[in-house]
């Protein structure tokens, strides 16, 4: 599961990036989670972001349990799934990220945060689909989820699944609705090992309150006591 992710890059760089444009303002964002309001670019809307709640809205993120449920969606069977289904096939979009995030299990109580990045700290997209709906007060919301596939080395160390990151020829690809079932499938694996790095971060990401340039910043890893160590 993919449940925390960062984009720390200016609006200047995503739209030179993305060669989309932003008619809004943007911060950088070093913690994004479920239910905030974030940029996407969107089939409807290649060339200009978007702005969608991930997963959910804020109201109905209350429910934690059923919130969990709803920010990804397996790669392996959302052209199969019917609640996902229709989304696979008429509403893909890309979620710009320069970063995500998982934690490792250190005995039972002790979990250390981990940031995954493309080596050269580069933008990148996670390939996602999205939703729209009335809510009881009558207004359009839009959400998204984030697909995600078995992980590749450098992921599998810390969790049994990973986002599916697309490169810059396959985002046109995903944005394609003319694009044919097959070819979109033959997109969803694991991203190239060698293209990939990560490293231990501040317990700061573990709370959603915290949106800082320090969550991103690589530190020495921790053993299972919570002490810095020399070995990861």
Not at 194 to 207: A, F, Q
Request: with cysteine.
């Amino acid at each position: 599961m993919c449940g925390r992710y960062s984009l720390s890059k200016s609006k200047d760089e995503l739209e030179e990036r993305f060669q989309a444009e932003m008619l809004t303002d943007f911060k950088p964002r070093f913690n994004i989670a479920p239910t905030q309001l974030v940029p996407v670019i969107t089939s409807d809307s290649p060339k200009g972001f978007s702005f969608f709640y991930w997963g959910l809205t804020p109201d109905f993120g209350k429910n934690k349990p059923v919130s969990q449920k709803l920010i990804n969606a397996k790669a392996e069977s959302v052209h199969e799934k019917i609640s996902f289904k229709n989304s696979f096939q008429r509403r893909r979009c890309l979620i710009p990220a320069d970063g995500f995030f998982e934690w490792k299990k250190l005995g039972k109580k002790t979990k250390i945060p981990y940031r995954f990045t493309l080596r050269e700290d580069d933008l990148f997209a996670f390939a996602g689909i999205w939703e729209e709906y009335e809510t009881v007060s009558g207004e359009s919301q839009h959400t998204f989820l984030i697909l995600t596939t078995t992980p590749n080395e450098v992921v599998e160390e810390i969790h049994e699944r990973m986002p599916v990151i697309l490169n810059r020829s396959q985002e046109k690809l995903w944005l394609d609705k003319y694009a044919s079932e097959e070819a979109l499938l033959n997109l969803l694996k694991p991203y190239p090992t060698e293209l990939m790095l990560s490293y231990t971060v501040s317990s700061l990401v573990n709370s959603v309150q915290n949106d800082s340039p320090g969550i991103i910043r690589k530190i020495s890893p921790m053993d299972q006591f919570g002490n810095y160590t020399l070995f990861g």
